[in-house]
């Protein structure tokens, strides 16, 4: 038989969502008017909003994602369309790339800690800490404070060089919001400069200039601040980063901040490639149908129509299932991305810093907002040679008391001399990780919205109901041929 | 109102004019959280005879998001013992999970269960019943469950 006119969805006399189960009948128009698709080959239709929010929400969980664009019916498979720019492919490849980066981490360091049981975890964890200080403080400052000969080491270096990777990947979780280089910090600003047989040589010949007014600590205040300082600041200067960028980020994506969303489970899924993470993020906000509604709720209100208007928009799905069912999927991708970039904290803020000093050169006010100094001339002084030179003889005990104070206050708030005379590269690569982070997050927000827009744009096909038997149909003129 | 009301108020209309399949009754149906129906499998099966009860429990994004069945366990039902039956009766079935599709509902997720009690062969308990029960959350969707295979 032949059919020279196929029927559309728009021909059906009533058409049930197979989602929603609500029905319209063609004669009674809801309103406003809810878009219907018939995206396959069998009988089963849809609302649109419906079939978008059922995709979105599979598409989620990498166990159901084959099946989010396939008829649950016949298994057509349902074609997409929206809006997806280059930049969101690039975005999304690159993204792709680190997380693979992240799976090979993974793996790496699963070898590598099976090896660590034969050396000592210790081991492994105490030189990454030397490599962190070198790269962080700069060579200059890590041959005072440290040395490449471990024998050298002042005897906190072996509690503290371990606690840097520690410190570092804790501080990207919630637990320890603070600098993530406090371990290194603390213990080596105030301690004295390692004490090599060269630097011993170098400083008795030099025991003439020492006065009793050269004092071996840094001043309290001074640009930049003292590590000090940074560690105390560090916390509130993140805090109030973190809630003008959550505003920024409210502002782009146009919702309140989904980080309360209480997560309900942690899942395990180690094998897992795909990287659902940031449509999940994507999905905390509303989409694009509740905004709709709401436009149309003003609109409707205008027409006195209240009570269906309520009705309406808690009827339209509000907050999607990941909100519901927020889940963190802990994949080897994004282990290693977590674990390996914060282990890259301390390489990333030297090759920052490296940037910024380079620019320095062409900007007297970065120049001075970094602090940057020439390189030490001579040997670090050693601390003993100024107790050696004050009079304590001649002193009353408080007077003792007093200058003990105020020696042990200027150590811990600036330092040692040394410190305070070398070069601040720690300053430098500081900086270039802030600017590092808020670069990152700048990229990432910017991801974050096109994948939001492409989410919102989309379309399900609509198919003509050409292959379905017409006498299944229930049309609105069965007879037209 | 939810969309999962919405949704459930058609499926209970169309329970209490057209009426259940066999073997499958509606036990209780207070509330749009909380369902209660019983199974029977009719005709020749290892089950002859045997009344198990079912609980649906629904979130706000149902049918997007799958409802959480399982087997009452309690001084008047038990449930089944089946491969796929878990003692605290948790089910591992696909349909509950990664293959669940809103055009499913309540009733063909009974008539699924009751189709699947009424193929087994072997009245069994899963291989690894002790230890999942042991660790098993309250809410059978936390669990991953692998689906051994396709005819349950």
């Known amino acids: 038989m032949e059919q020279p006119w196929v029927p559309t969805v728009d021909d059906l006399r009533v058409k049930m969502c197979y989602i929603c189960r609500e029905e319209e009948h063609h004669d009674r128009p809801t309103e406003p008017p809810i878009a219907w698709v018939h995206p396959c080959n069998c009988t089963l ?33 349902y074609e997409l369309e929206s809006d997806n720019p280059s930049s969101l492919r690039i975005l999304n490849s690159l993204n792709t790339a680190i997380s693979s980066a992240g799976k090979m981490f993974t793996i790496g360091g699963i070898s590598a800690a099976v090896l660590a049981s034969g050396f000592g975890i210790y081991i492994i964890f105490t030189s990454y800490g030397a490599y962190a200080v070198q790269e962080f403080l700069g060579k200059e400052m890590f041959d005072l404070v440290l040395t490449d000969d471990p024998s050298n080491w002042p005897w906190h270096a072996l509690i503290n060089l371990p606690l840097v990777p520690i410190s570092l990947i804790l501080s ?48 309290i205040l001074s640009w930049p601040p003292s590590p000090l300082m940074v560690t105390f600041l560090f916390p509130v200067v993140m805090k109030l980063y973190r809630s003008y960028f959550g505003k920024l980020r409210q502002r782009i994506m146009g919702q309140e901040p989904a980080a309360d969303a209480t997560i309900r489970r942690y899942v395990w899924a180690l094998n897992d490639d795909r990287n659902l993470q940031l449509q999940v993020d994507v999905n905390a906000i509303p989409d694009q149908e509740e905004a709709r509604a709401q436009g149309q709720n003003a609109n409707q209100r205008q027409e006195g129509d209240g009570e269906q208007n309520d009705e309406n928009q808690e009827d339209l799905p509000n907050d999607p299932v990941a909100a519901a069912e927020r889940t963190i999927r802990v994949t080897s991708a994004s282990l290693g991305r977590f674990i390996g970039g914060a282990l890259l904290i301390p390489r990333i803020s030297n090759l920052m810093g490296n940037i910024l000093f380079r620019l320095s050169k062409y900007s007297f006010l970065l120049r001075h907002l970094l602090a940057i100094r020439p390189p030490r001339m001579g040997p670090p002084e050693v601390f003993g040679k100024w107790f050696d030179s004050q009079p304590w003889s001649r002193m009353t005990a408080a007077r003792q008391f007093g200058v ?17 005379e070398c070069d601040p590269v720690w300053w430098r690569n500081a900086v270039g990780m802030g600017t590092f982070i808020l670069a990152k997050d700048c990229i990432n927000l910017f991801h974050l919205w096109l994948t939001k ?13 050409a292959g379905v038997d017409i006498r299944e149909l229930d049309l609105i003129r069965p007879s037209r041929s | 109102m939810a969309v999962s009301t919405r949704r459930l108020q058609k499926e209970l209309t169309e329970i209490t004019t057209a009426g259940t399949p066999c073997g499958i009754t ?16 009719l005709g020749e099966s290892l089950y002859q005879g045997e009344v198990f009860a079912l609980m649906f429990r629904f979130d706000s994004q149902y049918p997007i998001s799958s409802p959480a069945v399982q087997f009452v366990n309690d001084e008047t ?37 009751q189709s699947m009690l009424a193929s087994c062969k072997d009245k069994t308990r899963p291989p690894d019943n002790d230890r999942y029960v042991a660790h098993a959350p309250d809410n059978p969707k936390k669990t991953r469950f692998v689906y051994h295979d396709d005819e349950v």
């Open chain 1, 404 to 420: 003990g104070m105020h020696m042990a206050l200027s150590v811990m708030c600036g330092g040692t001399k040394t410190f305070a």
């Open chain 2, 77 to 113: 039902y038990q449930p089944p013992i089946h491969p796929h039956v878990y003692s605290n009766g948790h089910i591992c079935a696909s349909i509950l999970g990664s293959e669940w599709s809103p055009v499913l509902s309540v009733i063909a997720v009974c008539i699924t269960l």
């Open chain 2, 26 to 41: 509606l036990l209780k149906a207070d509330d749009f959280q909380t369902w209660f129906l019983t199974l029977e499998v």
């Open chain 1, 172 to 219: 990207r979780t919630n637990i320890l919001e603070g600098f993530p280089l406090v371990p290194l910090f603390l213990a080596w600003t105030t301690s004295p400069p390692v004490q090599t047989t060269e630097n011993l040589m170098t400083a008795r010949w030099r025991r003439a200039s020492i006065t009793g007014s050269d004092r071996p600590w840094g001043p």
């Open chain 1, 453 to 465: 827009r492409e989410i919102e744009t989309r379309r399900v096909k609509n198919r003509s109901f």
């Open chain 1, 45 to 77: 239709i849809a609302h649109e909003s419906c079939l978008l929010s059922w995709i979105q929400s599979s598409q989620q969980d990498a166990s159901r994602a084959q099946n989010a664009l396939k008829c649950p019916q016949c298994g057509t498979v």
